[in-house]
Each structure stands twice: as C-alpha cells, then as structure tokens.
C-alpha cells in the first residue's frame, strides 16, 4: 500500500493541472444585440445584451465621429447600457467590447446615429410636369419623389414644393406639409391621410442639432429662397435636414438634397 500512494498522489496533482490549463480557454465572448435609441433628443443611449459565455470584467465603449479616421473611448462600464453625450452634437458610429481579464472581445454590428444622406433630387412644383412630392424610407432612409396627385402616396410623401397658386411660375416657391395638398390652390391633391408635418424657418447651419420640435418653432409651410436649408419634424417623429436650391420657375423645379435621422425622436443632423 505504501508504494500505492505516491503515485495516486501524482495523478492527482496531474489531474489538478489538467483542469487548470483548461479554464481560461472556456471564458469570453461578444457582447451582443448592440442597439441605438435616445436617451433625449439630443443624447444616445447605446444597449447591448451579455455575451453567451458569461458576464465580463468590464464593456468599453467606443465611438467614431463622422469626418474622424479612428474611434475614441468613451466609457467603461460594468451595464449593459451607456449615455452618450455627443460634443457639439456629433454624430458617428459606436462598437462595444467585452472585456475578460486581458482579452477583449469586439461586438460584431456597430450601428450609426450618422444621417442617411439622399443626392440632389429634381422635385417639381405642384402644377409643374413630374413629381412634386418627396419623402424618406423609413427603413433606410432613401429619398425619393411622389406624384402629388395620387391618394396612395399619401404614406409615403413628407413634404411638397408649391407656390400656393396656381400654375408654376409665381414666387416665392415653398416647402410645404403634405396635409395641406387637398386645400392648395393649385387644385391637384386629392383628400387622403396625408402627413402633417413641421417645418423650421430657414437655418445658417448644416451641423448643429436641429432644434427641439415645438409649434413656436416648425411650421407647416416654409417659404425658400436659393438656397434654403430647413429642418423637417415628421408625423412620426423623425428629424431631418432639406437643403433646396436651383429654382427653377421657368421648369416649375427645385433641386432638394435630404439627410433623415434614423434614430427615432434624436435631433442631431451632422454630416
């Protein structure tokens, strides 16, 4: 029994070992289901769901600002949550890490509160030939034009261009409220469940925050000028940014470029 005993005693200890070396290999993983919504209309709460292996050290949250060329830390926390509060109302891209010990684990989706941008389009005034209504995907937030003049666009225009009479060739040329196509003196909306949506005055500014949305400030109609930069406060709740110029009265034509905020109620717009 004697001579027995050593040797158990050494496989044992090999045992031990084993179970050692093998621990670290069955730790860390990504954080998942990375998310963006508001926190207010100006702040960005970012959320996440624990990686399946389990509940790390820490997260480190990162963010790249649109023009950046790298992203910056900013915050660590120990949630699956963080508050961000964009300088000078920067918009940009976020990832989030799990943290285990020395490793880092990067989640795989880093979403973005960066303005979805749409090219100068060619939007007619009401009475002109072609489309004179626009509006945004919800889902990817492309821009596009609409025929006024026809009851199933009425979900998916955002605003129109008319001079509120009729023909095209009067001044000043605004930017309108799709609801209010069925009164228009141009006489070619149809009655349907057109959006009713808001309209700042003219902006001297294509970075800043838009402004919080209020009857005092967004309007249903905005008259422009060449160019004209307003923001756009939608039925649903969405913040965008029109930049008009080009206009055209002999053609009856506005050249309209968009940036919509996909970020439900967030007002920030840089681009």
């Not at 960005?44 to 600002?65: C, M, Q």
């Not at 605003?159 to 309108?176: C, V």
């Not at 309007?219 to 160019?227: A, G, K, L, Q, S």
Request: charge should be negative; glycine fraction near 12%.
């Amino acid at each position: 029994m004697r001579k027995l005993l050593p040797f158990i005693g050494l496989a044992g200890a090999i045992a031990l070992v084993v179970v050692f070396v093998r621990c670290p290999g069955l730790v860390g993983g990504v954080p998942l289901n990375i998310q963006l919504a508001l926190d207010t209309d100006s702040t960005v709460k970012i959320t996440w769901s624990a990686p399946l292996e389990g509940t790390p050290d820490k997260y480190v949250v990162s963010f790249k600002e649109v023009g950046a060329t790298s992203f910056a830390t900013i915050g660590e926390p120990t949630v699956t949550q963080f508050v961000h509060v964009p300088t000078g109302g920067a918009t940009g891209t976020y990832k989030v890490a799990a943290v285990f010990g020395s490793e880092t684990y990067e989640g795989l989706t880093m979403p973005s509160t960066e303005p979805k941008a749409t090219a100068a389009t060619s939007v007619s005034e009401l009475n002109a030939a072609g489309n004179s209504g626009y509006g945004w995907t919800r889902a990817s937030g492309q821009g596009g034009t609409y025929s006024m003049t026809q009851a199933t666009n009425a979900a998916s225009v955002d605003f129109y261009i008319t001079n509120f009479a009729a023909g095209y060739s009067g001044t000043p040329y605004s930017i309108a409220s799709p609801d209010l196509g069925p009164t228009d003196p141009g006489g070619v909306v149809p009655s349907g469940s057109w959006r009713v949506n808001a309209f700042t005055n003219p902006l001297t500014s294509e970075a800043g925050p838009l402004p919080t949305h209020s009857n005092l400030v967004y309007f249903n109609y905005t008259d422009i000028t060449d160019p004209t930069v307003v923001g756009c406060y939608t039925e649903d709740g969405y913040y965008a940014m029109v930049k008009l110029s080009g206009i055209n009265t002999g053609q009856g034509t506005v050249q309209a470029q968009s940036w919509i905020q996909l970020v439900k109620g967030l007002r920030l717009i840089k681009h």
